[in-house]
């Protein structure tokens, strides 16, 4: 687990004391329960917090699992 | 505090699954990130317990406010933003910003503010209510340029001020100083358009948690201090008396030492709400005295009681104040300008706050009186707070004190007069103020907060007994505070403190007579804890039990009977 995934995990564990770290990695907004909306959107701020990013509107698309979370960090770190 | 931060706190008193605080949260937006960094503040004040914060509808700040007429919740939290005093100064509205409507926003927004002060007005009656008024920018619906206020600006933020002031002098609400966001929080950094337009959360990260960590600061149980002495050269004036002499000390724009007399004018409006001032400095007392009679001084030289003055350590100099004042250290600051002289003191006494006067910045002055302002900030004067000073000139200056050789004759002679008072069902700030600042004459230590104490006195079966003294020297006002609940013949006491200025006038006994004379106990049980530092009390309910208290002891009404004919001397009065 690199840098990003680490602390990528710690946000998501912060939304959802529940899981494990590897349920996080696998983890979607279908397969969690209590990934409603409001958690979707507190996961937002508080990875754009964290990573001191922007996450565009057109990028929510991608953000309804914990890998789509960590491709685009990724994509923004190669950016 | 950031949003992921918050959010682990959250976790982890959820985790340690204490005793559920309920509170209201009141908003016309979506609180979402708001409520999350509230829960995160509140865990810290109150560490043993779950906070549950209840919640009401979107767009419905008034409404909400009637929802939680029914809560259960100990105390309630109110942020008010513009479009809470009409929808049409939100950006989510559609509706037009036309000559005609702006006026009929003004109209609806002053009776919005009516009804809001209605709802808190009510709702204060029984909770705490920490109000937070308007943050964000108001929108761009006027024809004037950024730079410029229309009329129908200054009008709106006029019937907020007028809100303001009048839901401020409800005694259990608080409202959160706009002076205190600006410089915490910039205003171009505190609306979240997108978020708004989103999800209706209107606040960015930042904005929430500073306003979370101010609301939450009104909740924290805050003993003020009590008493603050200073050191004179250097500090109280500009340069040093014995060399430059009594004309040769400044505190002018002239002399470049302003900000002495700042210091002066602060120390005076300290005084002029209870805070004791005392001086301690290296220097001849006669100087000292003549230096003090400046008639240009620019706080009276009488609020600065007692002056040591003289070449001995400052150590002994606070020692001598502390022990004229019958305070802790613990509740004193000391200013100084020598970090030597500040070290010294610190060492001698520890627990006292030593801050200090940094001659060569007048920024470093400005900035260390609004500290001092935060460390003896309380929300209301009494009038024990303005006869305080007072009280302590005339004990120390009569002859024959009254901790010598007190007897049932000398206490007859002092005319003493003892009122009690009941009632219970509007807080008195002056005793929950006694309970949480008084150490020495303290049942057990335990501290509160206004929701805290409102819900113990106000249980069903609870009582709630205020003393008031006054002698022929004059009055001390309300000294005593006893609560605890009366339930079949049984008395259980929570709660019994008094003040210090009150000790060896045997007022404890008298006290204690009333409750039986009130309640007709068969038994009196104390919910006695040592803390270390209520000597004072312990003693005295030893003389009672004739042994040495313990947690949860118990008198029986017989044996009070015969200790009370003993000792209560005290002339019958007057019963609220």
Known sequence: ?79 | MKLLEALNAVKEMRRRKGDVLPCDLATGFCPLHLKTFLQAELSKVFPNRNVEISEGLFGDLCGNLDRFRKSESEFGMIFVEWSDLDPRLGIRSTARWGETELSDILSTARSRALRLQMQIKERSESKLMAVSLPTLPLPPFSFTPSWQASSYETDLREIVQSFASAISRYSLVRVLNSQYVDLNSPLKERFDVESELLTGFPYRLPHASTLSFSIARFLRPQIPKRALITDLDETLWKGILGEDGIDGISWDLEHRSQMHALYQRFLGSLASGGVLIGAASKNELSLVKEALRRKDLALSSSVIFPVEAHWNPKSQSVARILDTWNINADSVVFVDDSPLELAEVEAGHPGITCLQFSTGSSQDIQNMIFQLRDLFGKSAIHHEDEIRSTTIRRMNAREGSFDRAITADFLEQTKPEVNFDFNKTMLDSRALELVNKTNQFNLNGRRHTESSWMTIITETAGFLMVASYRDKFGPLGRIAVIAGKAEEKKLKIHTWVMSCRAFSRRIEYKCLAELVARFEPEEITFEYEGTGRNAPLRDFLGEILETNPSPNCTVARVVLDRRLANFVKLPETANG
Do not use: H, Y
């Open chain 1, 1 to 79: 687990m690199d840098n990003t995934e680490a602390r990528l995990t710690n946000c998501f564990s912060a939304i959802f004391p529940e899981l494990t770290d590897e349920q996080i990695r696998n983890a979607t907004s279908t397969a969690v329960r209590g990934w409603d909306s409001v958690a979707g959107v507190t996961l937002i701020a508080v990875v754009e917090e964290e990573f001191d990013v922007n996450l565009d509107s057109d990028e929510l698309s991608r953000l309804i699992s914990f890998r789509g979370f960590l491709d685009c960090l990724r994509d923004k770190e190669l950016r």
